[in-house]
């Protein structure tokens, strides 16, 4: 029996890649602050469960308990595989460096960076001490490699999570582990995250009229279609090489 364990999963990337687990016949575990009806939906009638865990990735405790709870229904007696895509993310604080608020940058970090290190801290614990294989994504972003006016934050947590999931990956292989450990750039997708981007003002986002470009000229991709970009590299490549950052632009023009 396999699990994916997919944060952010009520709706954008994260809702399409659980859909995508889900079609392949892998239980998924949601974790985010709303049920996705849609996704409880596809998996009734079928052969495959979906299990949500309410949690405000922001408040330690929470994030602490949610982790707690996702193992426990993720380690179940005949699992040999367990996926974990830490998908969940936030751009906010959109905001020059100087004009920062403190609250907000707290909770940034807490989502996008504390949240899947701890996932994958505990993942692995598990995993290691009960034979099972783990498959783990990290969604990165370009801004991990870019210097992006107003995004000071959003950069510096992706550019982390990309040297976390190559830390990580040399100390399995390391360690003669077989699990797969990779990070996912999905370039621009038609998400609400890139609806708060446009929004942003000039002024905390000196590229803002770039994005309602992108948007105007359709050029973000659909949810759906980044995902399966993504499961072909999961399940239809011959090697995986680990601590790798994939990238969707790289991906598609191949
Ligand atoms: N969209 C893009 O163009 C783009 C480009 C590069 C990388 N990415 C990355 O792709 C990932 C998904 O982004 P998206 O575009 O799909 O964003 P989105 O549509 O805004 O979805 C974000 C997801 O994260 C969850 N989330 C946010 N804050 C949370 C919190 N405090 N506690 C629990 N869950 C929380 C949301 O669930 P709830 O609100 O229900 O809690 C939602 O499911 C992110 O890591 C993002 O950085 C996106």
């Known amino acids: 029996m396999k699990y994916a364990i997919v944060t952010g999963d ?5 809702e399409a890649i ?18 996705n009806e849609d996704l409880k939906d596809q998996a009734d009638g079928k052969d495959v469960t979906y299990s949500h865990i309410s949690c405000d990735l922001s408040d330690a405790d929470d994030l602490t308990q949610g982790i707690d709870k996702v193992m426990y229904l993720a380690f179940q007696n ?5 996926y974990l895509v830490n998908n969940a993310g936030v751009i906010d604080p959109i905001e020059t460096v100087g004009n920062l608020e403190t609250g907000l940058v707290n909770k940034h970090l807490q989502i996008n960076l504390s949240t899947p290190i701890l996932f994958i801290n505990r993942l692995l614990k598990e995993a ?13 972003s370009g801004a991990a490699e870019k210097t992006v006016h107003g995004w000071s934050v959003y950069s510096s947590g992706k550019a982390a999570i990309n040297q976390f999931t190559a830390t990580t990956a040399m100390e399995q292989e390391k360690a003669g582990k077989d699990h797969t450990i990779i990070a996912y750039s999905p370039g621009v997708v ?13 002024s905390a986002f000196a590229d803002v009229d770039k994005f309602k470009k992108l948007k105007e000229e359709g050029q973000l991709r659909p949810p759906q279609e980044v995902a399966r970009v993504l499961m072909d590299v999961l399940f239809n490549n011959e090697s995986i090489e680990n601590g ?4 969707l632009y790289d991906l598609i023009n191949k």
Request: no cysteine.
């Open 128 to 140: 290691n001490e009960q034979g099972v294989k783990a498959g783990i994504v990290n969604i990165t």
């Open 18 to 35: 659980a859909g995508q687990f889900l079609e392949k016949g892998i239980h998924v575990i949601g974790i985010s602050r709303t049920y």
């Open 244 to 247: 790798k950052v994939y990238k």
């Open 190 to 202: 038609d998400t609400e995250m890139q609806g708060e981007i446009r929004a942003a003002a000039e």
């Open 10 to 14: 009520s709706r954008g990337l994260g």
């Open 78 to 82: 005949d699992v040999d595989m367990v």
